[in-house]
């Protein structure tokens, strides 16, 4: 278990800036979800730690050790892929012992017999371990590649949108097996997602990345109630933050270019009227569309509402967000 | 993959069947010709119209792998009793067996030389396709083009330069000349073909095996290697085939120690007479190893020769 601390990361693949002068801390045994939309620079953050790329400039430590020069090997990291996991020409077995097999480990053959009998009970996947790893489902294949990154017990866990590839149901029950498993053991997770049910479930801290940009550091709640700029605001929260004209609900702060509405920041019943265009019962709860003024807002309701559409709802704004032109947040 | 919609009819398939079944007739007809020839006697081999039901004989591969004297009664008296089979075929000719063959020393050239080269051109071409598929090597295409473009021409339009820079290097007549030969002739297209097989096989599972405490050649032996293993064997059976069939410069730069059999059968025809039972022998005994080899690898080789056509 170890810290691993990012400074100043620069990566550039030709004309294209991938990582822009990253500075990052993750606490030891924290659980920190990378979020960002594809090309923020989420996988490539989790290459400079791992050792598979090497920043432009900039350093990685691990456990307050300079990785420099270091190879993956040295630096006691696992990672989880997000396809292609498993060795296609060897068995679970196999796979889950490649890595305790490795020169640097060399396990004896009784504790990997141990160590893979264990992680294989935690994942239920004991009666396949002598299955050919191409003969399992994607949910089986995604559970042993966790497997082989469980096996051992590396400073760092790194994974790689592991879930994404997997259905709803199989990925929400590994998402509270992963959650257990770091939880129980203290483990250092740095883990990118785009999800952000994901990010908010199992995250301790959460890194907002924004082509190439970390724009926001923090516990997802941080994140979710106190966002820096638009861009981070629209990460976190279904429906998505409601960014609209800042001076469409009365006056705003001077510098005050658009104003963010998350649903919890719509008062029903008070203030002006708005037209209901929709009503989507979701079971726990109703989302309204609603025209306001010429804008379109989304927000919810209780389950067991009358509501229609064609009918006028009161709206009024309570405690929301204010964002400059730039998107940065002013209020 | 796709498969058609409909399934054939009955009469479609009949047709398909019996279309499939007359084309490898006609192609393994000429095989079993000179297999049957072989074991023909030397009347018969030449017979017109030519005889397909005959007394078997191992006459053929008897000429094939000895030299024989004629003799005179008088010799053949001296001689005394026939001691062996073979000997026993040859006095029925009138001859003495005076000693084995050149066959067999010829035969096992073409097994040291063909198998040689096929096993250089694949280290070599894996490591080069390797480099090529995951490296960042400056030029890459042009070097591409230029590894083909060596293709790109019959081999035997530069005999003459290969000719005189083996004659200096003391390469003529050498296995060694005759492998690193057919090695540099098959490698262009090895390269290629495995530079396609090595690209099919995703990076993360190399960048997974680094990851997991390996050092980059560890995980280039047990994690690329064993995936490429289909693309090597095909490429491996085009290698072999080009250099166990190869004549045009085993004839110009082999002629005794490291001369390999096609150069030799022709030979055997002029011997004695046009004996066709014992080239017949020579040419199927010649088959045999490469046919082997590729019913070995014949699952490989099928999915060699339709690599490319089909795209993920």
Same mark, same amino acid.
């Given at each position: 278990?170890?810290?691993?601390s /990012?400074?100043g990361?620069?990566?550039?693949?030709?004309?294209?800036?991938?990582?822009d002068?990253?500075?990052?801390?993750?606490?030891?045994?924290?659980?920190?979800?990378? /979020?960002?939309?594809?090309?923020?620079? =989420?996988?490539?953050?989790?290459r400079?730690?791992?050792?598979?790329?090497?920043p432009?400039t900039?350093?990685?430590?691990?456990?307050?050790?300079?990785?420099a020069?270091?190879?993956?090997? &040295?630096?006691?990291?696992?990672m989880?892929?997000q396809?292609?996991? /498993?060795?296609?020409?060897?068995?679970?077995?196999?796979?889950?012992?490649?890595?305790? =097999?490795?020169?640097?480990?060399?396990?004896?053959?009784?504790?990997?017999?141990?160590?893979v009998?264990?992680?294989? @009970?935690v994942?239920?996947?004991?009666h =396949?371990?002598?299955? =050919?790893?191409?003969?399992?489902?994607?949910?089986?294949?995604?559970?042993?590649?966790?497997?082989r990154? /469980?096996?051992r017990?590396?400073?760092?866990?790194?994974?790689?949108?592991p879930?994404?590839?997997?259905?709803?149901?199989?990925?929400?029950?590994l998402?509270?097996?992963?959650?257990s498993?770091q939880?129980?053991?203290g483990?250092?997770?740095?883990? #990118?997602?785009?999800? &952000?049910?994901?990010?908010?479930t199992?995250?301790?801290h #959460?890194?907002?990345?924004?082509?190439?940009?970390?724009?926001?550091?923090?516990?997802?709640?941080e994140?979710?109630?106190?966002?820096?700029?638009?861009?981070?605001?629209?990460?976190?929260?279904?429906p998505?933050?409601?960014?609209?004209?800042?001076?469409?609900?009365?006056?705003?702060?001077?510098?005050?270019q658009?104003?963010?509405l998350?649903? @919890?920041?719509?008062v029903?019943?008070?203030?002006?009227?708005?037209?209901?265009t929709?009503?989507?019962?979701?079971?726990?709860?109703?989302?309204?569309?609603l025209?306001?003024?010429?804008? @379109?807002i989304?927000?919810?309701?209780?389950?067991?509402?009358?509501?229609?559409?064609?009918?006028?709802?009161?709206?009024?704004?309570n405690?929301?967000?204010?964002?400059?032109?730039?998107?940065?947040? #002013?209020? | 993959?796709?498969?058609?919609?409909?399934?054939p009819?009955?009469s479609?398939?009949? +047709?398909?069947?019996?279309?499939?079944?007359?084309?490898?007739?006609?192609?393994?007809?000429?095989?079993?010709?000179?297999?049957?020839?072989?074991?023909?006697?030397?009347?018969?081999?030449?017979? !017109?119209?030519?005889?397909?039901? +005959?007394?078997?004989?191992?006459?053929?591969?008897?000429?094939?792998?000895?030299?024989?004297?004629?003799? *005179?009664?008088?010799m053949l008296?001296?001689?005394?009793?026939?001691?062996?089979?073979?000997?026993?075929?040859?006095r029925?000719?009138?001859t003495? $067996?005076?000693g084995?063959?050149?066959?067999?020393?010829?035969?096992?050239?073409?097994?040291i030389?063909?198998?040689?080269?096929?096993f250089?051109?694949?280290?070599?071409g894996t490591?080069?396709?390797?480099?090529?598929?995951?490296?960042?090597?400056?030029?890459?295409?042009?070097?591409?083009?230029?590894?083909?473009?060596?293709?790109?021409?019959?081999?035997?339009?530069?005999?003459?330069?290969?000719?005189?820079?083996?004659?200096?290097l003391?390469?003529?007549?050498?296995h060694?000349?005759?492998?690193?030969?057919? *090695?540099?002739?098959?490698l262009?297209?090895?390269?290629?073909?495995?530079?396609?097989?090595?690209?099919?096989?995703?990076?993360e599972?190399?960048?997974?095996?680094?990851i997991?405490?390996? *050092?980059?050649?560890?995980a280039?032996?047990?994690?690329?290697?064993?995936?490429?293993?289909?693309?090597?064997?095909s490429?491996?059976?085009?290698?072999?085939?080009?250099a166990?069939?190869e !004549?045009? +410069?085993?004839?110009?730069l082999?002629?005794?120690?490291?001369?390999?059999?096609?150069?030799f059968?022709? %030979? $055997?025809i002029?011997? %004695?007479?046009?004996d066709?039972p014992?080239?017949?022998?020579?040419a199927?005994i +010649?088959?045999?190893?490469?046919?082997?080899? *590729?019913v070995?690898?014949?699952?490989?080789?099928?999915?060699?020769?339709?690599?490319?056509?089909?795209?993920?």
């Amino acid at each position: 278990m170890a810290e691993v601390s /990012l400074k100043g990361l620069t990566k550039s693949f030709g004309d294209e800036t991938a990582l822009d002068n990253i500075t990052m801390t993750v606490p030891d045994g924290s659980f920190v979800v990378l /979020l960002g939309p594809t090309g923020a620079g =989420k996988t490539t953050t989790l290459r400079m730690v791992s050792g598979l790329d090497t920043p432009d400039t900039g350093s990685v430590s691990i456990g307050g050790v300079d990785m420099a020069g270091q190879t993956p090997a &040295q630096r006691d990291v696992t990672m989880v892929f997000q396809q292609y996991s /498993l060795y296609p020409h060897l068995t679970v077995r196999q796979n889950l012992e490649f890595p305790l =097999k490795s020169p640097i480990l060399k396990t004896p053959p009784d504790e990997i017999n141990r160590k893979v009998g264990e992680v294989a @009970e935690v994942l239920q996947i004991s009666h =396949k371990l002598d299955n =050919k790893a191409t003969a399992l489902s994607g949910g089986e294949m995604q559970r042993v590649s966790i497997g082989r990154a /469980l096996v051992r017990q590396p400073s760092v866990y790194l994974m790689d949108e592991p879930l994404s590839s997997l259905d709803a149901k199989l990925r929400s029950d590994l998402r509270v097996e992963l959650k257990s498993i770091q939880a129980n053991s203290g483990a250092t997770l740095l883990y #990118v997602t785009h999800d &952000q049910i994901e990010a908010m479930t199992m995250a301790t801290h #959460v890194g907002v990345l924004d082509n190439g940009k970390l724009v926001q550091f923090g516990t997802p709640r941080e994140i979710y109630e106190n966002p820096v700029s638009v861009y981070a605001a629209s990460r976190l929260g279904q429906p998505r933050v409601n960014i609209l004209p800042a001076d469409l609900f009365g006056p705003a702060p001077s510098a005050a270019q658009t104003i963010g509405l998350r649903p @919890e920041h719509i008062v029903q019943g008070e203030g002006q009227d708005s037209l209901v265009t929709r009503v989507e019962h979701l079971g726990d709860q109703t989302r309204l569309h609603l025209v306001f003024k010429d804008h @379109e807002i989304t927000t919810v309701t209780h389950a067991h509402t009358e509501l229609n559409g064609g009918d006028i709802v009161k709206i009024r704004p309570n405690n929301p967000y204010y964002f400059d032109a730039t998107g940065a947040r #002013v209020a | 993959m796709s498969f058609s919609v409909t399934e054939p009819n009955k009469s479609t398939k009949w +047709f398909a069947g019996l279309l499939v079944v007359t084309y490898a007739v006609v192609t393994i007809i000429p095989l079993l010709w000179i297999i049957a020839t072989g074991f023909k006697s030397p009347a018969d081999s030449i017979s !017109y119209p030519p005889v397909v039901v +005959f007394e078997p004989t191992l006459e053929g591969y008897v000429n094939l792998f000895t030299d024989r004297t004629r003799a *005179t009664d008088d010799m053949l008296e001296a001689a005394g009793p026939p001691q062996t089979w073979y000997d026993e075929i040859a006095r029925k000719r009138g001859t003495i $067996i005076s000693g084995p063959s050149r066959y067999g020393e010829r035969f096992l050239n073409s097994v040291i030389i063909g198998f040689g080269s096929t096993f250089l051109c694949m280290v070599l071409g894996t490591a080069a396709a390797y480099a090529f598929s995951r490296f960042r090597v400056p030029l890459k295409d042009d070097l591409l083009f230029f590894i083909l473009s060596t293709r790109m021409m019959p081999p035997i339009a530069v005999a003459i330069p290969i000719f005189l820079m083996f004659r200096n290097l003391g390469l003529n007549d050498t296995h060694l000349g005759m492998i690193l030969l057919y *090695t540099a002739v098959n490698l262009s297209l090895s390269v290629w073909l495995l530079k396609g097989f090595i690209d099919e096989i995703p990076i993360e599972y190399e960048e997974a095996a680094l990851i997991d405490g390996y *050092t980059r050649f560890q995980a280039f032996y047990k994690v690329v290697l064993p995936q490429a293993a289909t693309g090597i064997a095909s490429t491996a059976i085009f290698c072999l085939i080009f250099a166990w069939n190869e !004549y045009a +410069f085993a004839v110009l730069l082999t002629s005794g120690t490291a001369q390999t059999a096609p150069p030799f059968i022709p %030979n $055997i025809i002029g011997v %004695n007479g046009k004996d066709w039972p014992a080239v017949a022998a020579g040419a199927t005994i +010649f088959l045999v190893p490469v046919m082997v080899f *590729t019913v070995l690898l014949r699952k490989h080789l099928l999915r060699g020769i339709t690599f490319g056509a089909v795209r993920k």
